[in-house]
């Protein structure tokens, strides 16, 4: 069965930086594309940053934009989320998902596997 492994999340004051991890193993169809997603208490799960396994093309919520940056580790099977700047808002549980699919516009519901999450809390 496929597992997907969030770790780094943390408590951080407004302004600071956190860097998350999400290694992936026993995934048995071919991925072609990594996300992280966050969900607020009382909110519906959001996209955050999307990035392709085999290529370069990345995508980012608005939300985010010039903050956060995703990237990978293919010999790892690792997918990474180095967030900077961060605000009371950016505070959520933070997933990671995979995807066959090879588009990184692709939303939630075309996501099939996902990690169990790690929280974020940013302080003001």
């Known amino acids: 069965q496929a597992q997907l492994v969030e770790s780094g999340g943390g408590w951080v004051q407004a302004g600071g930086s956190l860097s998350l991890s999400c290694a992936a193993s026993?995934?048995?169809?071919?991925?072609?594309?990594m996300g992280w997603f966050r969900q607020a208490p009382g909110k519906e799960r959001e996209f955050v940053a999307a990035?392709?396994?085999?290529?370069?093309?990345?995508y980012y919520a608005d939300s985010v934009k010039g903050r956060f940056t995703i990237s990978r580790d293919n010999a790892k099977n690792t997918v990474y989320l180095q967030m900077n700047s961060l605000k009371p808002e950016d505070t959520a549980v933070y997933y990671c998902?995979?995807?066959?699919?090879?588009?990184?516009?692709?939303?939630?519901?075309?996501?099939?596997?996902w990690g169990q999450g790690t929280q974020v809390t940013v302080s003001s």
């Open positions: 026993g995934l048995t169809f071919s991925v072609n594309t």
């Open positions: 998902a995979a995807r066959a699919g090879r588009s990184v516009l692709a939303g939630i519901r075309e996501y099939s596997y």
């Open positions: 990035i392709s396994w085999y290529g370069s093309s990345t």
